[in-house]
């Protein structure tokens, strides 16, 4: 079993959808690394290809092959907003995702917010960021990755 990080927080969102409300994902990681070291990993192709998988494309327009995860296929990857190396907004297989970073001395915090969900899809999603996080976290760590076989069962801790 692999050792996983704090779970992220379902939150209400303003938004609606017809007479539906809306909810989003939001996590918090914290590394002892300069932020230009946590962006690098989440952000170059390289490394990236180290612990999510291969990137091809360009011009913000990416696909990425994971290496291991709940999506076997490739995952389209639309950057609508980079300002290196603090804030990123990407549309992900359809869905929004804002990441920013923040250094503040020897401390980098990610804070990730996936929004718009449904609040019945939130226990399928909840899970997948929280093991990318995760891989992300051992990555940086130079501990062996987490694979996605542990991380289903936490599908009811996000409803």
């Known amino acids: 079993m692999t050792t996983m990080s704090m779970l992220g927080e379902v939150r209400p969102e303003h938004d609606r959808t017809g007479d ?4 989003l994902l939001h996590y918090l ?4 690394k300069p932020v230009l070291e946590v ?3 989440a952000t170059e192709r390289s490394q990236l290809a180290r612990w999510f998988g291969t990137v091809v494309g360009g011009n913000g327009n ?10 076997s296929g490739p995952i389209a990857v639309r ?6 190396p603090h804030e990123l ?3 992900i297989d359809g869905c929004l995702l804002e990441a920013s970073m923040t250094q503040v001395g020897v401390v980098t915090t990610v804070e990730l917010t996936r929004r718009h969900l449904y609040p019945a899809d939130a226990s399928a999603v909840g899970p ?8 992300l976290t051992a990555y940086l ?6 694979r996605w076989s542990d991380y289903p069962k936490l599908a009811e801790k996000y409803r």
Do not use: K, M, N
């Open 89 to 91: 907004v990407v549309h």
């Open 20 to 23: 539906r409300d809306l909810v």
């Open 62 to 71: 990416l696909t990425i092959e994971p290496l291991d995860g709940p999506i």
């Open 39 to 41: 962006w690098s990993a």
């Open 128 to 135: 997948r960021w929280q093991y990318l996080l995760d891989r």
């Open 29 to 32: 990681r914290s590394f002892r």
């Open 79 to 84: 950057v609508d907003h980079c300002r290196a």
């Open 141 to 146: 760590d130079y501990r062996p990755l987490p």
